[in-house]
């Protein structure tokens, strides 16, 4: 992009945020009305000043994937996923290991529990030792778990209803957090667990040797220091949600 080009399109950018804010998101359409404002630059000069300033831009379909960015507050939001470590042997059985993750937006907090197990009464059990450890959040954020969600119903106007596990749903109520799901196939939504999933992976897995390892507690007592750390961030980044 030539500076003459990035200057003409700069003096859009308020208006581009705007109309990407209300929900625009087809590219041609924006293209066609900066023309109508004067615009002298071409789509494709568009097309990357939005691909480079607003990140989110799905090219095949020349759509803009526009996402609400914002702070969480103290006790305003955590992050739930899973993460998969392959395979444990305990006391002679075969299982596969799961990790239960659970991250605090706002001060990145860290509460994790190994498992052999991904079923209701595991994932329900996981979340009382983190609402122990660590506290309910007003709302906690999920991918598409199904323990969590049965399944997304698109409506008319193109957004997606979510149809929850009606049980985990009287367990979120009970506990007074609400639920909220990520954007389908966003992983960035959900960054600060990933990110814990990823610090397990990569730091915390590399100094266990599961096969000297006898029992889930024994993996839970090792992994118990983690509860006093929060996750590596630097400047506390925005949440994508």
């Known amino acids: 992009m030539t500076s003459q080009n990035k200057k003409k399109i700069v003096s859009f950018h308020k208006y581009l945020k705007g109309r990407l804010q209300e929900g625009l998101r087809n590219i041609e359409r924006l293209f066609q009305d900066l023309k109508n404002q004067g615009y002298l630059g071409s789509y494709s000069t568009l097309s990357r000043y939005i691909k480079t300033t607003f990140k989110h831009v799905d090219q095949k379909n020349k ?33 596969r290991l799961y990790s239960f993750v659970y991250v605090l937006g706002f001060s990145r907090a860290m509460y994790v529990e190994f498992t052999v197990k991904q079923d209701l009464q595991t994932f329900e059990q996981c979340h009382f030792h983190a609402f122990e450890k ?15 969600i049965l399944r997304r119903e698109k409506l008319p106007d193109g957004t997606f209803k979510p149809h929850f596990n009606p049980e985990f749903l009287n367990f979120a109520n009970f506990y007074g957090f609400q639920i909220r799901m990520c954007i ?27 096969t000297k390892i006898n029992s889930l507690d024994e993996l839970n007592q090792k ?10 961030s630097g400047k506390r980044e925005s949440m994508i949600c």
């Open 63 to 95: 759509k803009l994937i526009v996402l609400k960015r914002f702070e969480t507050e103290p006790g305003e939001q955590a992050q739930v996923d899973w993460g998969s470590f392959g395979k444990i042997e305990i006391n002679g059985n075969i299982y």
């Open 134 to 148: 660590i506290g309910i959040p007003k709302t906690i954020l999920y991918d598409n778990i199904k323990t969590v």
């Open 184 to 210: 389908p196939h966003r992983p960035q939504t959900k960054g600060k667990v990933e990110s814990g999933v990823k610090y397990l992976r990569n730091n915390f897995m590399q100094g266990i040797d599961k």
């Open 223 to 232: 992994s118990n220091y983690i509860q006093s750390l929060n996750l590596p």
